[in-house]
């Protein structure tokens, strides 16, 4: 399948709605909205010029404002490049009503839940088009979970028993929802704005700089020699593509376009590659340092470090591209598949020494969020050092004394490294200098080009996480003034006196089943906010209650019958989406494994009472637990394995997973039994 054709394929699916081809004045429009909304962001971010509604209210606006001009209302809108006039009314009225908290500021709070007719109109409108900018861009699930919601806030008290709530007028539900800080302009939306905006930013300024193809080469060139080497590329690269960018689907369709058919080309099935592919994408939101948008909701929800979040993510989801990359070594080894030619993979060390300054702001990223620094703070640096980077390659490129290069880079080292003492205005300086001299070399507009797109697509990657960000505030709302989160949670107590695992088997089913149709960021807020509570009252650490929501969040993208990382692997594999999501739960078992090994080991998220020993036990139950479930999964270790090997080496797994007086010894015997007879039984392979 050429290039051209995996594009076309990928085309044929759409995650976050139908965007529309625009050209000319429509296209402009969008481009230059973008940049400002971009501009904004980060402006924001530097100088934080606004109060903390007033920077939730803009946000919101320029969603909504950048939603209707690039998302048409319906699917026939999105063949025609044209924007109607009544689009951009709605997009202009949108914004404009953004502009309200802002210029009524002092009013609003002096007359706080005593809100006008005015405030009540104002705040209707709002309400209506972010559904439907959520319906444009999300689909339909989402918003009528929310409108079940607000039906409950508004009819509720017309429900039998326990259901029940004491009645709220109509103007105190609007009020909770368009004037407050737990309705839409809530806490996920604080954190769209501020971390989530940046972090998005960050990501889509390496991709366009050629981290993508620094990722690929660095993967093909250490293991794409090696048996089934596509496959492990395809972890590999997604991995590291996970450690910049959040969101699973998007992976698949941007690494599986290379992915896919190389796995396909060399051997495995079409099933197979869109399960790996899907399966390693899908880890990037829990793969540190940057993970998905949830963990920086996450982080300020609990009230929390964001380090502390990546510090308890980290050993999970290691593990989980440990059992990705086993499963396809297997594989190869079940079917006997090789690797590329040595001669045909490109040099790691050469991809390195020729991109190196792409890893600097990662690394710098890294650095400080573990020296203390704030996530808004250390995506401030990185986005900098960025673009500063690009400029300076784009510069340095074309400068004949090698000497001279490394100076400039060094020039450049230092003037970053004043962004840790707040030197702010010297780095702005330093970039408009770079932009000034970018401008005076061969080939520097076209650096500029890759700025500015970089600074647009930002923008427009950013639009269906704040939009779901913001339509999920109507959820805590309604949670918020009714308490019914209570009432849920009493239940899962309730179950828990008997039985936690029962509880936990409750709440992932609710996670799984919520998923079926929202994105992980209202998947996770909504369980997080009715489940993790209860959680915790039984005993399981605070950040690991979390962990465990957010895990089956991500895994509901696995999950058939609705498994939107599969249909995305599905458009660019040519197969059965539904058979590609059930092999992907079979190599994710992780995923699903993980979060309850932590809640009954919490040292597996480094949470708790940590000794080097018990993480070192912990870890190591984990990957033999991994390993026989690789081998009973496949049918393969060093050689073919009988159905009763496969079913003795899954028992011995489940049994180094369940946490029972006695089954870690009987696991243990079990493997170093399946383990001796294996090896005894292939001794010929």
């Known amino acids: 399948m050429s290039h051209a054709q995996n594009h076309g394929a990928a085309e044929e699916f759409s995650e976050h709605g139908h965007t529309r081809p625009l050209s000319g004045f429509g296209l402009g429009a969008v481009v230059a909205v973008a940049l400002c909304f971009s501009t904004y962001q980060l402006f924001v971010a530097a100088f934080h010029p606004f109060s903390s509604l007033v920077t939730r209210s803009l946000h919101v606006g320029f969603l909504l404002l950048l939603t209707f001009l690039i998302y048409p209302a319906t699917k026939k809108g999105a063949r025609h490049g044209c924007i109607a006039w009544w689009e951009w009314a709605l997009a202009a009225t949108a914004f404009a009503l953004s502009l309200y908290q802002w210029i009524f500021e002092g009013e609003l709070i002096q007359r706080a839940g005593d809100p006008t007719h005015l405030d009540i109109v104002v705040g209707c409108i709002v309400v209506l088009m972010l559904f439907e900018a959520a319906r444009r861009i999300l689909g339909l699930a989402l918003p009528v979970v929310c409108l079940t919601f607000l039906a409950y806030g508004l009819f509720g008290q017309y429900l039998p028993g326990d ?25 996920p939306t604080l954190v769209s704005a501020t971390y989530i905006f940046l972090f998005i930013l960050f990501g889509a300024f390496l991709e366009h700089a050629g981290m993508i193809n620094l990722f690929n080469s660095l993967a093909l060139g250490l293991v794409g020699h090696t048996k089934g080497g596509p496959a492990k590329v395809a972890v590999l690269s997604s991995g590291l593509m996970g450690t910049i960018s959040g969101s699973g689907v998007a992976n698949v369709l941007t690494t599986g376009q290379f992915t896919i058919p190389l796995m396909k080309r060399f051997g495995y099935s079409g099933v197979f590659a869109g399960a790996v592919e899907a399966t390693s994408s899908m880890g990037g939101q829990i793969m540190p340092p940057v993970m998905g948008a949830v963990a920086f909701i996450m982080a300020e929800n609990l009230n929390v470090p964001y380090a502390e979040i990546v510090k308890a993510a980290a050993i999970p989801a290691i593990l989980y591209y440990l059992t990705a990359f086993w499963m396809t070594h297997l594989e190869a080894g079940r079917k006997n598949l090789v690797g590329l030619p040595k001669e045909q993979c490109p040099s790691p060390w050469r991809a390195l020494k ?40 784009a510069i340095a490129a074309r400068m004949s004394s090698t000497a001279f290069r490394y100076v400039f880079w060094l020039a450049i080292g230092i003037a970053a490294s004043l962004f840790t003492v707040g030197g702010i205005m010297v780095i702005l300086a330093l970039i408009a200098a770079l ?54 949670a009493g239940y899962i107590l309730k179950v828990g006196e008997n039985s936690l695992f029962l509880s936990l088997l ?6 799984l089943v919520l998923g079926m149709g929202i994105p992980t960021i209202p998947n996770y807020i909504i369980t997080s906010s009715i489940a993790a509570p209860a959680l915790l009252k039984l005993g399981v650490p605070l950040i690991v209650s979390h962990m465990f929501v957010f895990y089956f969040g991500i895994m509901a993208d696995l999950t058939p019958p609705v498994a939107l990382a599969a249909f995305a692997a599905s458009s660019i594999a040519k197969e059965s989406a539904m058979k590609i999501g059930l092999k992907a739960v079979q190599i994710a078992i992780a995923g699903f494994v993980v979060p309850y090994m932590a809640v009954y080991d919490p040292q597996l998220m480094l949470q708790g009472d940590i000794t080097v020993l018990g993480v070192a036990y912990i870890v190591a139950k984990a990957v033999i637990a991994i390993a026989l479930w690789g081998g009973a999964a496949i049918g393969y270790i060093r050689a073919p394995l009988n159905a009763f090997e496969r079913l003795f080496a899954a028992t011995a797994a489940f049994m180094l997973v369940a946490a029972i007086p006695l089954t870690d010894e009987i696991g243990f015997a079990m493997s170093a039994i399946f383990v001796g007879w294996h090896l005894y039984r292939s001794r010929g392979a």
């Open 435 to 488: 932009v000034a001299l970018c401008l005076s070399v061969k080939g520097g507009m076209k650096t500029l080009h890759t700025m500015q797109q970089s600074l647009v697509d930002g923008a427009k990657q950013a639009l269906p996480v704040g939009v779901a960000c913001a339509i999920v505030g109507t959820i805590i709302g309604i949670l918020t003034l009714t308490g019914a989160a209570s009432s849920f």
């Open 354 to 393: 020729e991109n190196w300054y792409l890893i600097l702001p990662l690394a710098a990223l890294v650095a400080m969020l573990f020296s203390g620094f704030t996530p808004m703070f250390s995506g401030m640096v990185g986005l900098a050092l960025t673009a500063i980077l690009i400029l300076g390659a």
């Open 163 to 187: 259901l029940a709530h004491r009645g709220y007028a109509f103007t105190q539900i609007v009020d909770q929802l368009a004037f407050g800080t737990e309705g839409i302009y809530g806490i």
């Open 506 to 511: 409750l709440t992932m089913l609710v996670c």
